[in-house]
């Protein structure tokens, strides 16, 4: 059975793994969500990621990361661009979550990044979700 919203999928299965304080969650893998996981690595809302090959497409095991209560360091995470409706952003009205302290992630020319870095690449795109 296809997927309408794969991205969608990956985030709820983080959002859920934490709430049931997960160590880790395997979820299908594909380059989109590969990206996504590296850019939630490099600002430090998941521990690490390795991709495991079994079968013809895989899966990415996702690490999830807590603090030192035992509280999950993902607060939120939000689809925003969804299939039925694309959202957009040029590099000069890229959103900030939560006064800089949560990370957009947007697909743009240069390929998946953060609004940190489209910022400084000047490039705007679509904004695939936003985490806090």
């Known amino acids: 059975m296809s997927m309408s919203d794969p991205i969608a999928d990956l ?6 793994a ?5 160590r ?5 893998a594909s380059t989109m969500k590969k990206r996504i996981c ?3 690595k490099e600002e430090h809302f998941i521990r690490d990621f390795v ?18 209560n035992g509280e999950p360091v993902i607060e939120g995470i939000k689809r925003i661009s969804k299939p039925g409706c694309r959202v957009y952003a040029n590099a000069s009205h890229l959103p900030r979550v939560r006064g800089g302290l ?5 697909t743009t020319a240069k390929g998946v990044v953060s609004n940190k870095i489209a910022k400084r690449l000047n490039v705007g795109g679509e904004i695939i979700c936003q985490v806090w």
């Open 102 to 106: 949560g990370v957009s992630i947007l």
């Open 11 to 16: 985030l709820t299965r983080i959002r859920n």
């Open 24 to 28: 880790w969650v395997d979820v299908p």
């Open 51 to 68: 991709v495991v090959t079994d079968g013809p497409q895989g899966s990415i095991r996702i690490f999830l990361s807590y603090d030192h």
């Open 38 to 40: 590296l850019i939630l």
């Open 18 to 22: 934490q709430q049931a304080a997960k």
